[in-house]
């Protein structure tokens, strides 16, 4: 099993072929799949693309107090001083 999925664990990698979604580990274990059939393959298309997000898509905007304080204390200025004071 690679570090990565024994560290962090799997990070599945969703799929649609025709109505069925499928999905297994991205690091290549081998582990960690499976498969879901749905009535049309519009929806598990659908799923698939929505289930395949990743988490880090909104790291900017989801960023760490400490982090970014420089960042949100700029912001935060620069919001006031649109205000008028």
């Known amino acids: ?5 024994l560290t962090f664990g799997h990070r ?8 069925t979604m499928r999905w297994e580990c991205e690091r290549g ?3 960690g ?5 749905y009535s049309t393959a519009e929806e ?3 799923f698939a693309a929505a289930f395949d997000r990743r ?5 900017g905007r989801n960023a760490p107090l400490l982090g970014m304080f420089p ?7 620069r919001r006031r001083g649109g205000r008028g004071g």
Request: glycine share 20%; aromatic share 8%; net charge positive.
């Open 1 to 5: 099993m690679p570090l990565g999925c």
């Open 12 to 19: 599945p990698a969703f799929r649609a072929e025709g109505r």
């Open 29 to 31: 274990c081998g582990e």
């Open 33 to 37: 799949g499976g498969e879901k059939t």
């Open 44 to 46: 598990a298309e659908r």
């Open 55 to 59: 988490g880090d898509a909104g790291l």
């Open 71 to 77: 960042l949100r204390i700029w912001r935060w200025l």
